[in-house]
């Protein structure tokens, strides 16, 4: 059977900064066009001195551009449209210019105006001498880079161009191509004809007819997972609990108001799924006496003897099946990735999503989040802050990737 190239029909703009590597990028665009790709090139002023929009446009079969204007009517090459257009960036080689360039939002020629522009992932291979490669600051921006989503193409090792060796070499062309291809290759749905329980909301515990011990949690983040999984083609089983916002209406749901009622109903579906993914904020205790009737304020201090709640995904994964998957959220307020991956042990848990709560555009009531996934074999993946349903795509998207690999 013929294989159908992952590159067919894709807008692929390769953005060229100056730098030696940049005589390579016409062997990448010969070999993207081979594969069906359109490709489109946007040269530095400085790439010029290394390569010739002259070779690119040939090879790309389009003008390869690289000032805002096309000529002296006015005629301008129009940025937005550029980033706009292209369903996949890379900017090969990428100078510790550039870097520190996109790391603080500089928009000095063309190509750092695409590069604003544009909403598809952007991958980077930089290239730079051994010693600009490690410094500190290099390092920070790409750092910020990569928490911003962008993916880096690591540099290879070898000679350099400044007669030193190490790392810093632009990856070869084939190699570039390599990664490019992996990610846009379609990848298994692992979701897909999957039962999953996810758990969502805050649990409410009674304190006399009136009152209760709640949360802040608003079900959105749950809600968004439940919502994502369908469209993944995943049978969902949607337990919640206190919540500000309707439920999805295309699956099975279940409102329950304590840990101890949400405990049953988990109990009692869990046994017949695949998946668990736990995003409901349990009450870690419960009132030991309820009073019958409202509480008066008849006395100054009142003591409300608490007693713990059920772990409810700890009791589960003691009860899990070996092709069961657990996962498990964390929100915490201080040594947040220590706590984190204690709770991904103890609870035996095949992943945990970290919340990030020291970010105000994440948590509870807003409708963006920033998370980090760990997983049990060390894997981590950051996902910036984003709207909470395109955080849940992330998200799944990485778990049935990384399930896809380790629990086929
Ligand atoms: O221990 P901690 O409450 O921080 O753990 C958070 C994770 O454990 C979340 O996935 C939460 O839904 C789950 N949990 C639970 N039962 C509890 C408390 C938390 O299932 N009683």
Redesign the pocket.
Known sequence: MLRKSPFKHKKILIGITGGIAAYKIPQLVRILKKEGAEVQVVLSESAKSFVTPQTLSVLSEKPALSDFFKSDQGEWNNHVHLGLWADLILIAPAGANTLAKMSHGICDNLLMSVILSARCPIFVAPAMDLDMWTHPSTQSNIQTLVNRGVHMIEPEEGSLASGLEGKGRMAEPENIAHVLSGYLAPKPNYFLGKRVLV?AGGTQEPIDPVRYIGNHSSGKMGFAIAEQLIQLGAEVELVYGAVTVVPPTNCQSYQTRT?KEMKAKCDEIFPTCDVLI???????YHVVDVAAEKIKKTDDTLMLALAK??????SLSEAKKEHQVLI????ETEQEEFHALE?LQK?NLDCIVLNSLNNPKAGFAVDTNEVTLFCKDGEQYHIPTQQKDEVAAALLNKVGDWLSKTNP
Do not use: C, Y
């Not at 736990?278 to 870690?284: F, I, L, R, T, W």
């Open positions: 758990t840990a736990m995003a409901a904020a349990v009450a870690d709640n059920p772990d409810i995904l700890k498990g959220f964390a929100l709770k609870k």
